[in-house]
């Protein structure tokens, strides 16, 4: 601490002055609970303007909230990478998952993870999500049709998990249950409970947050659980792939990397272990449900607060003759406008990732900032999509149509919900079409509804990997 304190950071940029340990995050109000991290950087932002210091406890950066720092930060993959309190941190829970590498290793890995979440590799899933909402929409929400749903975090999070599950192993998650009724979904939330718990949210020294998870025998018992289904998979994989023909097509995400490892013995070094793959695939499933889970909880609240969107969303399904029964196809999905809109205006409005971390490598200036190797950059997001310097229509309002006209095409960095540069999610196309269909279904079958004063549905934020509505409390009808 006291090293990272003597660091030779230029302190000429305005900010809170920090606190020995917290840094900022207690007298932002940020560990009290009263505002959330991006809450607080708007509020700094107010106050400081666009380039201003903040401290993650120990930790010094620069917050970015301009367009043109932002690119200038972007462009340079060589002057910035992923900061390393983020790889030491997901390093923890995957040491040798994508969001925890850099440099050669990150190359290595990226080489077989990026195609393999590409649109035209995601398409065929199309029929199995749709599969998996009908089943969410019959079992979750048809037997308390009428009801106040207070659970729908949750259950949007059980939905993405039964998806992430077919794609990654052709298994369904749901019906995998251990002998004593702690299941893999169960040992996920765990892992990604207590993991954010001690690590993730509170900035907590690495060697303590490892301490608490080695000592903590839920998280031990996840981990262990979650090795006890994976590796078996991959095992099972494995001998199928050992027996078949090589030239069969690999299935599903993990027989993709099943695939990287068989190349082994012909590209020696260059592909993945079965330890690799282990932390590849406990990463892609946290990062399927977690963050399209926390977009899907959005959408519900949204749809009950804004009963004239849903309508719309409805009124282009009709448009479409897509009544109840009749399939979704991709055509269908793409020729959606509306639909398109209303997916963008989400991810703008709550945004899942509200700030996105860099690292300088070297000595650098921005528009007169100076950097020093080392210094932490954060890109705040939230600030860019809020801004209305890069917004025609009012960015503080919800409204889907801006994307049709007049904020069709927003500045250059003005819209990153999903990062940017070298480092932008390897997942989006999966999102933007798992989002995309759940959706469409749900507003097929059923109508979201604010229940008024009966119940809290007064949203508010929580911040745990994403961040994600606080209270959510509507009613759901069956069409
Ligand atoms: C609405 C859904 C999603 C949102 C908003 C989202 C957003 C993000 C953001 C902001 C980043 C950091 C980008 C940066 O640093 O510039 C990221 C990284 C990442 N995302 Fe996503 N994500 C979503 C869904 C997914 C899904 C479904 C997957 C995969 C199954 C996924 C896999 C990843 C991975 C592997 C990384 C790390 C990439 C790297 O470090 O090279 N994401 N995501």
């Not at 793959?277 to 607060?305: N, P, Q």
């Not at 025609?392 to 919900?417: G, N, T, V, W």
Request: charged share 25%; proline share 5%.
């Amino acid at each position: 601490y006291s090293r990272l304190n003597r660091s030779n950071h230029t302190e000429k940029l305005p900010g809170i002055k920090p606190q020995w340990v917290f840094g900022n995050l207690y007298n932002t109000g940020i560990v009290s609970g009263r505002v959330t991290l991006p809450e607080a950087i708007a509020e700094l932002k107010e106050k400081y303007g666009d380039v201003f210091s903040f401290w993650f406890g120990p930790y010094y950066s620069i917050v970015l909230s301009r367009i043109d720092h932002v690119q200038h930060v972007l462009a340079d993959r060589h002057t910035y990478d992923i900061a390393e309190t983020t790889t030491r941190t997901f390093g923890i829970l995957f040491p040798r998952g994508l969001l925890a590498l850099r440099g050669d290793e990150w190359k290595r890995h990226a080489r077989f993870i990026l195609p393999m979440l590409k649109r035209a590799k995601v398409l065929p899933y199309l029929d199995t999500m749709i599969a998996c909402t009908d089943r969410f929409i019959d079992e979750k929400l048809s037997r308390r049709n009428g009801e106040i749903h207070t659970d729908l975090v949750e259950q949007s999070q059980r939905l993405l998990l039964d998806i992430i599950g077919f794609i990654a192993f052709d298994y369904d998650l749901d019906s995998l249950s251990s002998h004593d009724g702690y299941d893999l979904p169960h040992a996920f939330n765990d892992f990604v409970r207590l993991g954010n718990q001690f690590i993730l949210k509170n900035g907590i020294p690495f060697w303590l947050g490892k301490l608490i998870l080695r000592m903590s025998s839920k998280y031990q018992r996840a981990l262990r659980t979650m090795k006890h289904y994976v590796l078996n998979v991959i095992n099972e994989e494995q001998a199928r792939q050992q027996e078949e023909n090589s030239t069969t097509k690999p299935k599903n995400l993990v027989s993709s990397l099943v695939a990287a490892i068989k190349k082994e013995s012909s590209e020696r070094g260059t592909s993945l272990t079965p330890n690799e793959v282990f932390d590849e695939v406990s990463l892609l499933i946290l990062a399927g449900f977690e963050t399209t889970s926390t977009a899907l909880s959005w959408f519900i609240f949204y749809m009950s607060k804004y009963p004239e969107v849903q309508e719309k969303m409805k009124a282009e399904l009709k448009e479409h003759n897509l009544t109840p029964d009749m399939p979704l196809t991709k055509e269908i999905l793409d020729s959606m406008m509306y639909l398109d809109c209303l997916v963008k205006e989400i991810l703008r409005f709550s945004p899942i990732a509200p700030v996105v971390p860099r690292q300088a490598t070297c000595d650098d200036i921005i528009d007169g900032i100076e950097v020093k190797k080392g210094d932490k950059i954060v890109l705040a997001i939230q600030n860019l999509h809020r801004d209305p310097r890069y917004w025609k229509i009012d960015p503080s309002k919800f409204i889907p149509e801006r994307f049709l006209h007049e904020d069709k095409h927003p500045p250059h960095c003005a819209y990153m919900p999903f990062g940017g540069g070298h480092r932008a999610c390897a997942g989006q196309d999966l999102a933007l079409l798992e989002l995309k269909v759940l959706i469409a279904r749900l507003m097929q079958r059923v109508t979201f509804i604010d229940p008024g004063n009966e119940a809290n549905n007064s949203g508010g934020m929580i911040q745990r990997i994403t961040c994600y509505p606080k209270h959510v409390a509507v009613r759901v009808h069956l069409d």
